[in-house]
């Protein structure tokens, strides 16, 4: 599956290691929820290269954040592209617990829920199909203004007002 | 979202596959020539689950022109003509049952 | 009214640009039917017996004349020539073509008028008072802050998709108009002991296969607190409410499962966390929306004018007028509500014809402004007393001067197998051949109130558990049948109708609920006492003993 990040299409630097499998010497790695639970510490002290983990929809963010400044990367998982449990973490993650590492989507990753991830935190994406992935630039710029303000910090529709009125008063 | 196809199939008497087109929604029917039809008398007529599964396996393989594809019982006179087989099927072929409040 | 500035304006048509590109995709084969539903339900097209079904938001159900006239448009142009309104303030067309939706889209983005969630797993239009900002007695108008909720929950990139449909409404109004208890949240606005404006929330109402009534969550949240409140409790829903079984999925299940207690302090953990944040409103974002609403320069008016006076000897005008015309906060005026439920004819439909036309009235009478309530009837908000003979005149002229507000024939019903496909029985008949029966309005006059849902599947669409008569239809060997339910109510006592007897035939329906009107008639204590309280005091049995005695 193509890996979009900063709006192009690039290779994924990290493996994915399988739970009983031993760990590379070097390189950057990706491991899941359970083999990380079960050695943390060693993983995150590991010297060879980075560390990701793939994080299920159905497990609070919590028992990540002690380690959440040494991690590179959190994947999170659409098991579907109807169930949206991983945008609620992407937020925490993003703006209650301060993680500035890669937020990568995975799963049923599809075009029409690009902008929703987006502003929900997420800046990697694995998607699905090729033509998605190649769309990914011209499709996030079908909006230009949101209603709410979400954790990717642009400004929402009802503070953008009062700075267009602010503005208007202060040039009369 | 289970698909049709992995539900257990199973039919009581003559039966036809009927979806909904595309573009437009409205109501057709499979027939026997890999095609579909807005004619109920059209529709290829299947008498046992093996026949279902196979007309209703090639009607979802349709999913460009067909919605929701799905097997619907009818019934068929001595004279081989055919009517829906139930009140929702009937519905879907003739209309609403009552008066329309205007028709543009 | 609420007017659209550039930046609403701006994500409309953002909305209908996608949603173009989408049907592109799905007609050339790009999308699976699989993968464009969700997007389809997302913009409230959904696929029902004959055609694709087109649902349509009026948000807190204030509509202008000029988007009547639009709708009347889209009637006439996309689909046969008429709309029905539903119980939450949305206007359905019953038989567009995919193909053209986007071009119908686009023709309602131009004066303001959306259909963004009116369907799918997210938050629905949210609906308020049909009678917002005219009612006597309001604390406030609570379409500012249903509009703030509007805004707040329309693309929502945390919770569009969310473990099940999710329905917000409010009132402010002593007497609930909106039925908040049986929505996933209800709002109650009111103000505290310093006189601030605020909330009390309810959450977890709703009907289908579990009905349940609202409870209280919290009896005061502040008014500058309210979205992120709301926040809160999608978060916790997001991430707890059921996904393995539909039935099972809405907020009410999971408040059910947990307590509201539990439900309600895992809420509140979660809002400290956030209620200082992003959320906050002050008091300028609130007068910005404010400032946007539309209010009618008012004249000082007569509380009893000549043109009434003469009117009132005229037995007919008088019949509407006792029956249609609600005070309005404002003396000299009134609110005067159209029933769109003409006997033997569908409820909640109206014509092209009809929509042009009361535009037209609006324009004439009402300051250009209508509203749609969750009784599936229509009202002109502002119509000076001394221009309502007048008023009835035009409406008589159009098919819609039917004075049966409220009585046993203003029936609601969900459109049930004639058109949808999850119905199992049909309810437009039903509903028809129950206003044939009364059609003397001398005798639905002696009835009183009497409020009939009928819903033609266990999804409740037409609220059959809070009908003072409720009557749900399901599929039994084949054949329609009707469960009968009485005492249920939708309003600030808000109840749960109980089962009278077996369910009944098609053809029975209206042979029992004239025999239940009958036996009320026998029971009620005085004229004045009304149906569904003289079921409260005696309970179901006289009536089920009078009822089947003879079935």
């Given at each position: 599956m193509p890996l979009v990040k900063g709006g192009h299409i690039i290779a994924d630097e990290y493996v994915r290691v399988t739970d009983d499998a031993e760990l590379p010497a070097q390189g950057a790695i990706l491991v899941s929820e359970t083999r990380f639970l079960a050695g943390p510490d060693a993983l995150v002290g590991r010297a060879g290269g980075k560390l990701g983990v793939i994080w299920?929809?159905?497990?609070?963010v919590d028992d990540l954040v002690p380690y959440l400044d040494r991690l590179a990367l959190v994947a999170l998982v659409?098991?579907?592209?109807?169930?949206?449990?991983a945008y609620t973490q992407a937020r925490l993650l993003r703006e209650r617990y301060g993680y500035r590492g890669e937020l990568r989507a995975t799963g049923q990753?599809?075009?029409?829920q690009f902008v929703f991830m987006l502003r929900a935190g997420f800046d990697a994406f694995e998607v699905k199909k090729q033509a998605d992935a190649e769309a990914f630039t011209e499709t996030v710029k079908?909006?230009?203004?949101?209603y709410q303000p979400a954790g990717d910090g642009r400004i929402s529709a009802l503070h953008q007002r009062l700075q267009l009125r602010h503005s208007e008063s202060a040039g009369l | 979202m289970t698909s049709p196809l992995q539900q257990k199939i199973k039919i009581t008497g003559p039966s036809i596959v009927t979806a909904n087109r595309t573009w437009d929604g409205a109501v057709i029917y499979r027939t026997g020539s890999k095609s579909w039809s807005?004619?109920?008398?059209e529709a290829a007529i299947v008498r046992t689950a093996d026949e279902a599964r196979a007309l209703l396996t090639e009607a979802v393989a349709d999913d460009l022109n067909a919605i929701g594809p799905y097997i619907a019982p009818v019934e068929v006179a001595a004279d081989g003509a055919v009517k829906p087989g139930n009140m929702r099927e009937h519905i879907r072929l003739t209309g609403a049952t009552i008066a329309l409040p205007a028709q543009a | 009214m609420y007017a659209y500035d550039d930046i609403d304006r701006t994500l409309v048509n953002e909305r209908v640009a996608e949603f173009r590109d989408q049907v592109k995709r799905r007609l050339s084969g790009e999308l699976s039917e699989d993968e464009f539903k969700m997007l389809r339900l997302q913009n409230g097209v959904y696929l029902q017996l004959h055609a694709y079904m087109y649902r349509i938001a009026i948000p807190y159900g204030t509509l202008a004349s000029n988007q009547l006239r639009r709708l009347a448009h889209v009637a006439r142009r996309y689909d046969r020539g008429y709309g029905h309104f539903t119980t939450r303030q949305n206007i359905q067309f019953n038989w567009i073509k995919l193909a053209e939706l986007p071009d119908a889209m686009a023709d309602l983005a131009e004066v303001g008028i959306q259909s963004m969630?009116?369907?799918?797993?997210n938050m629905r239009n949210v609906t308020a008072d049909q009678w917002a900002g005219v009612a006597?007695?309001?604390?406030?108008?609570p379409r500012i802050w249903a509009e703030l909720l509007r805004q707040f929950t329309t693309l929502h990139p945390e919770f569009s998709f969310l473990p099940r449909k999710f329905k917000i409404a409010i009132t402010?109004?002593?007497?609930?108009?909106?039925?908040?208890?049986?929505?996933?949240i209800g709002l109650r606005l009111l103000k505290n002991e310093q006189g601030e404006t605020g909330f009390e929330v309810l959450v977890g109402g709703g009907l289908g296969r579990s009905p349940f009534i609202a409870k209280t969550i919290k009896p005061f949240v502040h008014g500058h607190d309210i979205l992120s409140y709301v926040e809160a409790i999608l978060r916790v829903y997001n991430q707890y409410?059921?996904?393995?079984n539909i039935y099972k999925a809405r907020i009410k299940i999971l408040v059910h499962e947990l307590g509201i207690e539990k439900f309600a302090a895992e809420v509140e953990e979660e809002w400290q966390q956030i209620?200082?944040?992003?959320?906050?409103?002050?008091e300028g974002i609130v007068e910005d929306i404010r400032s946007r609403f539309f209010y009618p320069a008012y004249e000082t008016q007569p509380a009893m004018p000549d043109e009434l006076k003469q009117a009132a000897h005229d037995p007919k005008f008088e019949a509407w007028r006792k029956n249609s015309v609600f005070p309005h906060k404002q003396q000299g005026y009134a609110i005067a509500v159209v029933s769109?439920?003409?006997?033997g004819k569908p409820p909640g439909d109206a014509t092209a014809d009809q929509m042009d036309a009361l535009a037209d009235i609006a324009d004439k009478y009402s300051f250009g402004e209508i509203r749609v309530g969750h009784e599936q009837n229509l009202a002109l908000?502002?119509?000076?007393k001394r221009d309502l003979p007048a008023v009835w005149k035009a409406l008589e002229a159009i098919g819609?001067?039917?004075?049966?507000?409220?009585?046993?024939?203003d029936i609601i019903a969900c459109p049930?197998?004639?058109?949808?496909?999850?119905?199992?029985?049909?309810?437009i008949p039903i509903a028809q051949e129950i206003t044939r029966r009364f059609a003397n309005h001398d005798t639905a006059n002696l009835i009183g109130r009497l409020h009939i849902n009928i819903s033609?599947?266990?999804?409740?669409c037409g609220h059959h558990h809070v009908g003072h008569i409720g009557i749900l239809g399901v599929e039994k060997n084949n054949e329609e049948f009707y469960q009968i339910t009485i005492g249920g109510r939708a309003d600030e006592g808000a109840e749960l109708g109980t089962l009278i007897g077996p369910a009944v035939p098609y053809a029975e329906v209206a042979d029992v609920v004239e025999d239940i009107v009958e036996a009320y008639l026998a029971l009620r204590?005085?004229?004045?006492?009304?149906f569904v309280d003289t079921v409260k005091r005696l309970g179901v049995e006289p009536f089920r003993e009078r009822v089947y005695a003879t079935r």
């Open positions: 299920p929809n159905n497990r609070d659409f098991p579907s592209f109807r169930d949206g449990r990753v599809l075009r029409d079908r909006y230009s203004v949101f | 807005d004619e109920l008398a | 969630q009116t369907s799918g797993n006597p007695g309001e604390v406030e108008d402010a109004s002593e007497h609930d108009r909106a039925a908040i208890k049986i929505h996933d409410g059921r996904r393995d209620r200082e944040g992003v959320l906050k409103l002050d769109l439920k003409p006997v908000p502002h119509v000076k819609l001067a039917i004075p049966n507000v409220n009585l046993v024939s049930g197998l004639d058109y949808c496909s999850l119905a199992n029985a049909r309810s033609g599947c266990i999804n409740a204590a005085r004229p004045e006492e009304l």
